[in-house]
């Protein structure tokens, strides 16, 4: 195995990722056991890579209305409304495992069977023959990708979406309000966009700083205005969405950006820099990742540094652009990192850069403009404010968020739910 040299010197300790201790308690589904999406080679269209077909419940009736689909499993057989009848009627166990797979999509919009096996804490999910993934498919509910390896590869795992389609709401009817709410989270139904190789590999991501890092909560792609404080006015030109967020213990919000293309990234650097120069609070910053292309891939060396150093050279001129930006100190809250700084080669780790969340701000000296920060060291950017802490408590509700992490104290949402059937007045007078 190959590692790509770092651009942080002095910080390089490469190490199998299998040595690291992982927070998953079943280690058939750690990252050390996950098919790695970026070195995978997954999804890489421009040099002829592998690509995903993805299949609706809709289009396979269609194809055997047309007498050209292929036999289904018992399982998928089944009717959409006898799949719906199946997860709502089955086991609580079989029922509540149905609903962390939909909850596991709505958050991270796009992953491979093993990352949400591994979400939820269930071998059988990645197992194609058992998966619950099936009866899910059947009710119209999710989506699901195949990838065909050439030949002398392995089978890939299967990949799964939720399906903007689906009826959704017949089997929120059904829920309790706890798990409409570990679904969907007031979330909009299968939302996001569907970029396959992005988003896998940002929930590769989030799932790999889940599980190494000591962090408070892990999200996937989450809208910009829960991220920042309240106070914080959004401009309408902002991103929609972070690619992820993590959040440091303190409440410290760290949004991830996975970037693989160049056209766009000014405007979305720029948005960024304007939200973050009104937010008050500094409980904000934002970490682009550079998840290209490998330079470890033949004739791709040259290329994958020129693409690093737009990135770069795009956030340097952004972040202090306007003396908003730079009176609010933006430029130490928008970072840059490469999935090969924390990740140099397939099934490797540097693991003082991984364990501090390293990423690189443009505040050093004009010799070396770019200074590489820890952003898991509480001495950075402290977060004093406690009510930042409540979304590591609130998170836990959600049954995306990966299970390891949902342990402990959860919100009570009663005043919220009485709140929403206009009760609120009288509770609050029996309460007292």
Same mark, same amino acid.
């Given at each position: ?287 682009? @990742?550079?998840?290209?292309? #490998? *330079? /470890?891939? =033949?004739?791709? $060396? &040259? ?7 737009? %990135? !770069?050279?795009? @956030?340097?001129?952004?972040? #202090? *652009? /306007?003396? =908003?930006?730079? $009176? &609010? ?7 840059? %990192? !490469? ?94």
């Amino acid at each position: 195995m190959v590692a790509v040299p770092s651009r942080l010197p002095g910080r390089r300790n490469v190490v199998p990722l299998a040595t690291l201790h992982s927070a998953i308690p079943d280690q058939r589904l750690a990252a050390k056991a996950r098919l790695d999406p970026f070195f995978g080679s997954m999804l890489v269209t421009a040099s002829g890579g592998l690509t995903a077909s993805w299949m609706t419940r809709r289009m396979s009736t269609r194809f055997e209305q047309l007498g050209i689909a292929h036999r289904k499993p018992v399982k998928r057989s089944l009717s959409e409304e006898e799949a719906l009848d199946a997860i709502v009627n089955g086991t609580a166990k079989w029922r509540r495992s149905c609903l962390e797979v939909l909850g596991a999509l709505s958050v991270w919009r796009t992953a491979t069977s093993e990352q949400v096996a591994a979400i939820i804490g269930d071998p059988k999910m990645a197992n194609e023959w058992r998966s619950q993934a099936h009866v899910l498919w059947a009710a119209g509910l999710v989506q699901e990708g195949t990838v065909t390896p050439p030949a002398g590869m392995n089978h890939f795992p299967r990949l799964y979406r939720l399906d903007r389609l689906g009826p959704w709401e017949k089997l929120a009817k059904h829920l309790r309000f706890e798990e409409w709410l570990g679904v969907i989270g007031a979330r909009q139904w299968g939302a996001g966009a569907s970029h396959d190789r992005h988003n896998l590999i940002a929930t590769e991501i989030g799932l790999r700083i889940a599980e190494f890092c000591r962090i408070g909560t892990a999200l996937g792609e989450t809208p910009v205005r829960n991220i920042v404080d309240p106070s914080c006015s959004v401009p309408a030109r902002s991103p929609r969405a972070a690619d992820g967020v993590v959040v440091r213990r303190d409440g410290l919000r760290i949004a991830i950006e996975a970037t693989a293309a160049i056209t766009g990234l000014d405007e979305k650097v720029s948005a960024w820099a304007d939200i973050l120069s009104r937010d008050e609070s500094r409980s904000t910053v934002v970490v682009f @990742v550079d998840i290209w292309r #490998s *330079a /470890t891939e =033949a004739g791709m $060396s &040259a290329s994958a540094g020129r693409f690093s150093h737009n %990135i !770069r050279q795009v @956030v340097a001129r952004e972040s #202090s *652009a /306007t003396m =908003a930006r730079v $009176s &609010a100190r933006v430029p130490e809250r928008i970072g840059v %990192i !490469r999935w090969e700084d924390w990740f140099p080669g397939p099934g490797l780790v540097d693991d003082g850069a991984l364990l501090g969340l390293t990423a690189e701000f443009h505040t050093g000296p004009r010799e070396k403009p770019w200074a590489a920060v820890d952003l898991l060291d509480p001495s950075f950017n402290p977060v004093r404010d406690p009510a930042k802490r409540e979304v590591i408590t609130n998170a836990r509700s959600l049954y995306g968020v990966p299970h390891w992490l949902r342990s402990g104290e959860k919100r009570d949402w009663t005043h919220r739910l009485v709140r929403w059937a206009g009760l609120e007045p009288a509770f609050e007078s029996y309460a007292a």
